[in-house]
Protein backbone atom coordinates (compact mmCIF):
# COMPACT_ATOMS: atom_id res chain seq x y z
CA UNK A 1 0.00 0.00 0.00
CA UNK A 2 1.34 3.30 -1.11
CA UNK A 3 -0.58 6.52 -0.15
CA UNK A 4 -1.59 9.23 -2.94
CA UNK A 5 -3.64 11.76 -2.42
CA UNK A 6 -6.96 11.73 -5.01
CA UNK A 7 -9.14 14.66 -6.98
CA UNK A 8 -10.94 15.39 -4.01
CA UNK A 9 -7.99 15.71 -1.62
CA UNK A 10 -8.19 12.17 -0.02
CA UNK A 11 -5.23 10.25 0.96
CA UNK A 12 -6.39 6.69 -0.99
CA UNK A 13 -3.89 3.78 -1.23
CA UNK A 14 -2.26 2.78 -4.65
CA UNK A 15 -0.83 -0.29 -5.59
CA UNK A 16 2.74 -1.70 -4.70
CA UNK A 17 4.96 -2.84 -6.97
CA UNK A 18 7.52 -5.98 -6.00
CA UNK A 19 10.41 -6.71 -8.67
CA UNK A 20 9.78 -10.52 -9.55
CA UNK A 21 11.74 -12.67 -7.08
CA UNK A 22 12.03 -10.40 -4.58
CA UNK A 23 10.74 -10.42 -0.89
CA UNK A 24 7.37 -9.09 -0.34
CA UNK A 25 7.83 -5.34 0.40
CA UNK A 26 6.03 -6.05 4.47
CA UNK A 27 8.51 -8.63 4.78
CA UNK A 28 11.31 -6.05 4.40
CA UNK A 29 9.64 -3.20 6.59
CA UNK A 30 9.52 -5.90 9.27
CA UNK A 31 12.94 -6.57 9.03
CA UNK A 32 14.27 -3.28 9.16
CA UNK A 33 11.84 -2.23 12.41
CA UNK A 34 13.57 -5.70 14.17
CA UNK A 35 17.07 -4.45 13.08
CA UNK A 36 16.69 -0.78 14.40
CA UNK A 37 13.94 -0.72 17.28
CA UNK A 38 16.25 -0.35 20.07
CA UNK A 39 19.42 0.46 18.23
CA UNK A 40 19.64 2.46 15.51
CA UNK A 41 16.70 4.34 16.76
CA UNK A 42 14.39 4.31 19.43
CA UNK A 43 11.89 1.63 19.64
CA UNK A 44 9.16 4.34 18.73
CA UNK A 45 10.77 6.14 16.17
CA UNK A 46 11.87 2.79 14.46
CA UNK A 47 8.15 2.01 14.95
CA UNK A 48 6.66 5.03 13.39
CA UNK A 49 8.98 4.90 10.51
CA UNK A 50 7.85 1.54 9.28
CA UNK A 51 3.82 2.73 10.05
CA UNK A 52 5.59 5.24 7.10
CA UNK A 53 6.63 2.75 4.85
CA UNK A 54 3.68 -0.24 5.53
CA UNK A 55 2.33 -1.54 1.99
CA UNK A 56 -0.80 -3.61 3.50
CA UNK A 57 -4.19 -2.45 2.99
CA UNK A 58 -4.88 -5.53 5.88
CA UNK A 59 -4.11 -9.21 6.79
CA UNK A 60 -4.05 -12.37 8.46
CA UNK A 61 -1.50 -13.03 11.18
CA UNK A 62 -2.18 -14.86 14.35
CA UNK A 63 -5.69 -15.82 13.94
CA UNK A 64 -6.77 -12.54 13.26
CA UNK A 65 -8.13 -10.15 10.51
CA UNK A 66 -5.79 -7.12 10.63
CA UNK A 67 -8.05 -3.90 8.62
CA UNK A 68 -5.69 -0.79 8.57
CA UNK A 69 -6.79 0.97 5.84
CA UNK A 70 -11.19 2.11 6.07
CA UNK A 71 -12.35 3.19 2.99
CA UNK A 72 -9.19 3.29 1.18
CA UNK A 73 -8.41 6.43 2.27
CA UNK A 74 -8.02 6.52 6.12
CA UNK A 75 -5.72 4.46 8.43
CA UNK A 76 -6.20 3.25 11.37
CA UNK A 77 -2.70 3.70 12.81
CA UNK A 78 -2.66 2.29 16.16
CA UNK A 79 -4.08 -0.98 15.06
CA UNK A 80 -1.17 -1.60 12.63
CA UNK A 81 1.38 -0.14 15.29
CA UNK A 82 -0.14 -2.84 17.40
CA UNK A 83 0.94 -5.33 14.57
CA UNK A 84 4.30 -4.09 14.20
CA UNK A 85 4.85 -4.37 17.66
CA UNK A 86 4.56 -8.36 17.63
CA UNK A 87 7.40 -7.92 15.56
CA UNK A 88 9.31 -6.42 18.54
CA UNK A 89 8.01 -7.78 21.82
CA UNK A 90 11.11 -6.93 23.82
CA UNK A 91 12.03 -3.25 22.44
CA UNK A 92 9.56 -1.45 24.07
CA UNK A 93 9.41 -0.77 27.84
CA UNK A 94 6.27 -1.95 29.20
CA UNK A 95 5.19 1.22 30.53
CA UNK A 96 5.55 2.57 27.19
CA UNK A 97 3.73 0.15 25.25
CA UNK A 98 0.82 0.13 27.87
CA UNK A 99 0.70 3.76 26.71
CA UNK A 100 0.80 3.34 23.07
CA UNK A 101 -1.67 0.13 22.63
CA UNK A 102 -4.34 1.51 25.39
CA UNK A 103 -3.99 5.37 25.23
CA UNK A 104 -2.23 6.42 21.79
CA UNK A 105 0.16 8.15 23.69
CA UNK A 106 4.08 7.95 22.69
CA UNK A 107 6.66 8.83 24.14
CA UNK A 108 7.13 12.92 25.20
CA UNK A 109 9.94 13.32 22.46
CA UNK A 110 7.18 13.17 19.59
CA UNK A 111 4.83 15.64 19.37
CA UNK A 112 2.39 16.53 16.16
CA UNK A 113 4.97 17.62 13.64
CA UNK A 114 7.76 14.98 14.50
CA UNK A 115 4.71 12.59 13.94
CA UNK A 116 4.12 13.82 10.83
CA UNK A 117 7.90 13.57 9.59
CA UNK A 118 8.31 10.14 10.79
CA UNK A 119 5.04 8.70 8.88
CA UNK A 120 5.02 11.31 5.81
CA UNK A 121 2.60 13.38 4.74
CA UNK A 122 0.26 10.89 3.28
CA UNK A 123 -0.10 8.51 5.96
CA UNK A 124 -0.65 11.60 8.06
CA UNK A 125 -3.42 12.32 5.73
CA UNK A 126 -4.73 9.37 5.97
CA UNK A 127 -4.45 9.18 9.93
CA UNK A 128 -6.61 12.75 9.47
CA UNK A 129 -9.11 10.77 7.49
CA UNK A 130 -9.72 7.98 9.97
CA UNK A 131 -9.42 10.52 12.93
CA UNK A 132 -12.40 12.51 11.67
CA UNK A 133 -13.82 10.44 9.70
CA UNK A 134 -14.32 7.73 12.50
CA UNK A 135 -13.24 8.40 15.83
CA UNK A 136 -14.96 11.99 15.57
CA UNK A 137 -18.13 10.75 13.45
CA UNK A 138 -18.68 8.05 16.12
CA UNK A 139 -18.55 10.77 18.85
CA UNK A 140 -21.11 12.87 16.67
CA UNK A 141 -23.32 10.09 16.64
CA UNK A 142 -23.44 10.11 20.13
CA UNK A 143 -23.34 13.40 20.57
CA UNK A 144 -26.55 13.59 18.74
CA UNK A 145 -28.24 10.22 20.17
CA UNK A 146 -28.19 12.29 23.22
CA UNK A 147 -29.41 15.07 22.21
CA UNK A 148 -32.51 13.29 20.93
CA UNK A 149 -33.17 11.55 23.87
CA UNK A 150 -33.18 14.10 26.17
CA UNK A 151 -35.69 16.04 24.07
CA UNK A 152 -37.61 13.08 24.11
CA UNK A 153 -37.61 12.75 27.80
CA UNK A 154 -38.15 16.16 28.37
CA UNK A 155 -41.79 15.66 26.57
CA UNK A 156 -42.05 12.59 28.36
CA UNK A 157 -40.99 10.12 26.00
CA UNK A 158 -39.08 6.64 26.94
CA UNK A 159 -36.22 5.79 25.44
CA UNK A 160 -35.91 3.97 22.49
CA UNK A 161 -34.10 2.43 19.25
CA UNK A 162 -35.81 5.05 17.52
CA UNK A 163 -33.23 7.82 18.96
CA UNK A 164 -30.74 5.92 17.35
CA UNK A 165 -32.82 6.02 13.98
CA UNK A 166 -33.75 9.72 14.23
CA UNK A 167 -29.95 10.56 15.20
CA UNK A 168 -29.04 8.77 12.09
CA UNK A 169 -31.54 10.78 9.80
CA UNK A 170 -30.50 14.07 11.84
CA UNK A 171 -27.22 13.25 10.15
CA UNK A 172 -27.57 11.50 7.16
CA UNK A 173 -30.59 12.06 5.87
CA UNK A 174 -32.06 8.44 6.71
CA UNK A 175 -32.15 6.14 9.27
CA UNK A 176 -29.68 3.36 9.64
CA UNK A 177 -31.87 0.87 9.16
CA UNK A 178 -32.08 2.39 5.57
CA UNK A 179 -28.59 3.88 5.28
CA UNK A 180 -26.72 0.09 6.46
CA UNK A 181 -28.12 -1.91 3.73
CA UNK A 182 -27.28 0.77 1.10
CA UNK A 183 -23.38 0.45 2.40
CA UNK A 184 -23.42 -3.45 1.79
CA UNK A 185 -25.25 -2.82 -1.32
CA UNK A 186 -22.33 -0.48 -2.45
CA UNK A 187 -19.59 -2.79 -0.90
CA UNK A 188 -20.58 -5.49 -2.78
CA UNK A 189 -20.16 -9.29 -0.66
CA UNK A 190 -17.36 -7.78 1.00
CA UNK A 191 -19.05 -7.31 4.42
CA UNK A 192 -21.78 -9.45 3.55
CA UNK A 193 -25.58 -8.50 3.34
CA UNK A 194 -26.34 -8.49 7.62
CA UNK A 195 -26.56 -5.22 8.67
CA UNK A 196 -27.03 -6.73 12.37
CA UNK A 197 -23.68 -8.81 11.56
CA UNK A 198 -21.19 -6.48 11.12
CA UNK A 199 -17.97 -6.67 12.12
CA UNK A 200 -15.59 -3.82 14.36
CA UNK A 201 -13.94 -3.46 10.55
CA UNK A 202 -17.14 -3.62 8.63
CA UNK A 203 -18.53 -0.65 11.41
CA UNK A 204 -15.72 1.16 11.22
CA UNK A 205 -15.63 1.38 7.26
CA UNK A 206 -19.78 1.92 7.23
CA UNK A 207 -18.89 4.77 9.81
CA UNK A 208 -15.91 6.40 7.39
CA UNK A 209 -18.97 5.72 4.63
CA UNK A 210 -21.33 7.78 6.44
CA UNK A 211 -19.13 10.65 7.15
CA UNK A 212 -18.34 11.31 3.60
CA UNK A 213 -21.93 11.13 2.84
CA UNK A 214 -22.32 14.15 5.60
CA UNK A 215 -19.78 15.73 4.34
CA UNK A 216 -21.35 15.63 0.62
CA UNK A 217 -24.58 16.58 1.98
CA UNK A 218 -24.55 19.38 4.44
CA UNK A 219 -23.22 23.22 3.84
CA UNK A 220 -19.39 23.80 4.87
CA UNK A 221 -20.85 25.75 7.95
CA UNK A 222 -23.02 22.85 8.99
CA UNK A 223 -20.57 20.31 8.76
CA UNK A 224 -17.97 22.15 10.37
CA UNK A 225 -20.46 23.03 13.88
CA UNK A 226 -21.50 19.36 13.71
CA UNK A 227 -17.65 17.90 13.65
CA UNK A 228 -16.91 20.49 16.69
CA UNK A 229 -19.95 18.94 18.41
CA UNK A 230 -18.12 15.60 17.82
CA UNK A 231 -14.98 17.09 18.56
CA UNK A 232 -15.91 18.68 21.80
CA UNK A 233 -17.83 15.27 22.84
CA UNK A 234 -14.64 13.34 22.38
CA UNK A 235 -13.14 15.57 24.55
CA UNK A 236 -15.40 15.23 27.19
CA UNK A 237 -15.18 11.54 27.00
CA UNK A 238 -11.36 11.70 27.15
CA UNK A 239 -11.50 14.14 30.16
CA UNK A 240 -7.54 14.63 29.67
CA UNK A 241 -7.55 18.39 28.92
CA UNK A 242 -6.45 17.91 25.46
CA UNK A 243 -8.91 19.11 22.83
CA UNK A 244 -8.70 18.08 19.32
CA UNK A 245 -7.16 14.83 20.38
CA UNK A 246 -3.31 15.22 21.28
CA UNK A 247 -2.19 11.50 22.27
CA UNK A 248 -3.69 10.76 18.73
CA UNK A 249 -1.33 13.82 17.28
CA UNK A 250 -4.01 15.82 15.68
CA UNK A 251 -3.12 19.42 16.36
CA UNK A 252 -6.08 21.76 16.59
CA UNK A 253 -8.19 23.27 13.73
CA UNK A 254 -6.78 20.77 11.52
CA UNK A 255 -7.53 21.84 7.76
CA UNK A 256 -8.66 18.45 6.51
CA UNK A 257 -8.49 17.96 3.00
CA UNK A 258 -12.15 15.61 3.48
CA UNK A 259 -13.76 18.48 5.43
CA UNK A 260 -12.86 20.35 2.22
CA UNK A 261 -12.61 18.66 -1.16
CA UNK A 262 -15.01 16.04 -0.24
CA UNK A 263 -17.63 17.87 -1.14
CA UNK A 264 -16.80 17.67 -4.95
CA UNK A 265 -17.67 15.13 -7.10
Known amino acids: MTAIIDQTGFAVAGPVTESRGSAPVHESIIERLRAR ?3 ADPWHI ?14 ELAGRHWHYIIGGEALDWLTLAQRLCLAI ?16 QLPR ?6 FRELIGPYRYTAH ?23 SRLARCYGDSDDVVEEAYRHLYGESRSQLAPQFLTAAG ?10 SLAAWQELTYWLFKRRIRKWHPARIASDTRRGLDRLHELRGDGQEGGGHLFVPNEVALPALTAGRRG
Open 89 to 104: PDAAPQRELEALLFRG
Open 128 to 150: LNFWYGVVVEEALQLVTEDAIRK
Open 109 to 114: DVGPER
Open 37 to 39: AGY
Open 189 to 198: ERWGSDPEGL
Open 46 to 59: ALLRAVGEWNLPDE
